[in-house]
């Protein structure tokens, strides 16, 4: 038994309503303005990053300049003087030193941080490189003197007839969290230390922070060592600079999403008309 033919009505595609049509269209309209916009704005952030890899490149490569003094703390920040070449004069007290965990090209270790004495009563804590894991435990329990209560280090390493040193190295802002997860907290009653944070290290070693810049310099290699066992002598000049660079791709990954979603109003704005002129011809 055959089945009955379909009547000429079943066979007109169903439109849909010109209100949910226009809906569906303003909502289309939306998303690609908003898409559009996301990789306009990382095309900007890219022009950013670019143009702050080429100040930080500028900077490090520039002969080294007087760090900024006291007078010029409040107005130190990272965008106007991180990776800045600068030089300094004064006292090292690696007595007082202290060393932060980190892991580098050489394998894991610490970074040797180590107060300098300015002449004008300043101090600014130096980087004085990386000491490898294997030749920290020889840097004795030194690192964990404090200055004597009532006693200025500065002026007492000048009466002992310490000598001034000139340091060259890139200025670097003070941190506070151990790289960009911050997994792991300073324990400065241990002595553990992961992010430089240097008002808390001085203030671990009884150094007055009011009296300790807001950065720390990263020293240049081959720069003094001599007052340490040639042992536990750091590396220097091992500042790692990166800026993660992904703009490009996320601008064209929006752009990209964009014409898809064009693309898709233009088929379906399409197929309803094709639609609507299937139904006027069986009218």
């Known amino acids: 038994m ?3 033919p379909r009547s000429a009505a079943a066979s007109v595609p169903r439109l849909r ?7 569906l269209a303003a909502c289309a309209v939306l998303v690609i303005a908003v898409l559009l916009a996301l990789g306009t704005w990382q095309v900007q952030r890219l022009q950013w990053k670019l143009a702050l890899i080429a100040r930080v490149d500028a900077r490090v490569h520039a002969e080294p ?3 900024p003094g006291p007078q010029d703390w409040a107005r130190v920040s990272a965008e106007t003087d991180e990776y800045k070449h600068v030089f300094l004069t004064g006292r090292l007290l690696p007595e007082y030193s202290t060393k932060a965990q980190a892991t580098t090209e050489r394998g894991p270790g610490y970074w040797l941080l180590t107060p300098l004495c300015q002449a004008d009563g300043s101090m600014v804590i130096i980087n004085r490189g990386f000491v490898p894991l294997d030749a920290a435990a020889a840097l004795g329990a030194s690192l964990s003197n404090t200055v004597p ?4 280090a500065c002026a007492a390493a000048a009466l002992a007839g310490r000598a001034p040193v000139r340091i060259n190295g890139l200025l670097r802002i003070s941190e506070t969290k151990p790289g960009p997860l911050g997994l792991r907290v300073n324990e400065p009653a241990q002595n553990r230390w992961y992010a430089r944070d240097v008002h808390a290290m001085a203030t671990a070693r009884g150094l007055q922070a009011a009296r300790v810049a807001p950065y720390f310099v990263d020293a240049d290699a081959g720069q003094y060592v001599a007052d340490l066992d040639p042992a536990v002598r750091p590396y220097g000049g091992m500042t790692v600079i990166s800026f993660p660079n ?5 601008a064209l990954t929006w752009y990209a999403l964009a014409v898809m979603m064009a693309a898709a109003l233009a088929w379906v704005i399409r197929d309803e008309r094709r639609r609507a002129r299937k139904g006027s011809a069986h009218a």
């Open 65 to 67: 300049v007087s760090a």
């Open 2 to 4: 055959m089945s009955a």
């Open 246 to 250: 992904n703009h490009l791709v996320y």
């Open 149 to 152: 209560a009532g006693t200025d």
């Open 17 to 23: 309503s010109a209100g949910l049509r226009y809906t």
